[in-house]
DNA sequence: AATAGCTCCAACCGCAGAGCG
DNA sequence: ACGCTCTGCGGTTGGAGCTAT
């Protein structure tokens, strides 16, 4: 017996089975994330709106990659950090497909003590090196904000978390699946007494998830 | 083969900011 | 102006898997 069927109000944590992946890919595929709080609960989840959030961003999200991160990608991380600092956020929007997670993670697993060593090593040589002149020296070895010097790949695409209307299915599933939602809740609405509010509490799943994305639609087109 | 130590990553936590009534 | 809710961000942690002894 799972936590679900024990009692619906506990928090399930930990790490994700793949019906809850199923369960959460699939409801926002058709209705968006619409409200993060109120999500788990029409999507069937014993989840905490942040974890399905961080779930979807970091996991389930369309165009997600994991793992094999390559050198490009590496040399972005470092010369953004460089520049920007633990913005994890900003450094994840220049490279495609990446969370800010997995960035952070890269970051602090592979990078920081590489960057670190470096640095030490780069260190290492001046000291031993008295010779050395200014403009022979190593630009990262300066601690100084290097930012004119900064260049992202011109085959790097920046892009955001942010769902803009692209017209693309996967970027825009709220928009697109919306417009079937409403036909339905109009639908529906006009057979359950239209406005009634002593009839919500015998609304079904469904029936919940058609007056949401209503109210949703209405929100955005400003209704 | 056993296990101690280490690495890496998924997920959680706390906080700040935005938006709203 | 204030309090509340929701969202997003960055820091931190737990544990699975790997490596060395």
């Given at each position: 017996m799972d936590t679900l069927t024990l009692d619906k109000n506990i928090i399930k944590k930990g790490a994700w089975t793949k019906e809850e992946d199923e369960k959460l890919r699939a409801y926002i595929q058709r209705y968006?994330?619409?409200?993060w709080c109120l999500l788990p609960k029409f999507a069937g989840l014993s989840r905490s709106g942040k974890s399905c959030r961080l779930r979807w961003m970091n996991?389930?999200?369309?165009n997600i990659k994991h793992g094999n991160i390559t050198k490009e990608e590496d040399e972005i991380i470092v010369r953004l950090h460089k520049q920007l600092g633990n913005k994890w956020t900003a450094i994840a929007?220049?490279?495609?497909?990446?969370?800010d997670n997995e960035v952070k993670n890269r970051w602090n697993s592979h990078l920081k003590k590489r960057v670190q060593d470096d640095e030490t090593h780069v260190l290492e040589n001046i000291n031993h090196d008295e010779t050395i002149k200014p403009d022979e020296a190593?630009?990262?070895?300066?601690?100084?904000?290097n930012s004119s010097d900064y260049h992202i790949p011109s085959d790097v695409t920046p892009q955001t978390y942010d769902y803009e209307l692209t017209g693309d299915f996967w970027t825009d599933p709220f928009l697109l699946d919306i417009t079937s939602a409403v036909e339905n809740t109009t639908t529906w609405g006009l057979e359950h007494n239209?406005?009634?509010?002593?009839?919500?509490?015998?609304?079904t799943m469904s029936e919940e998830l058609s007056w949401s994305a209503l109210g949703s639609y209405f929100e955005y087109n400003n209704y």
């Open positions: 968006g994330h619409w409200n996991y389930l999200r369309p929007a220049q490279l495609t497909g990446r969370s190593p630009s990262c070895s300066s601690g100084t904000d239209f406005g009634s509010q002593s009839s919500w509490g015998d609304m």
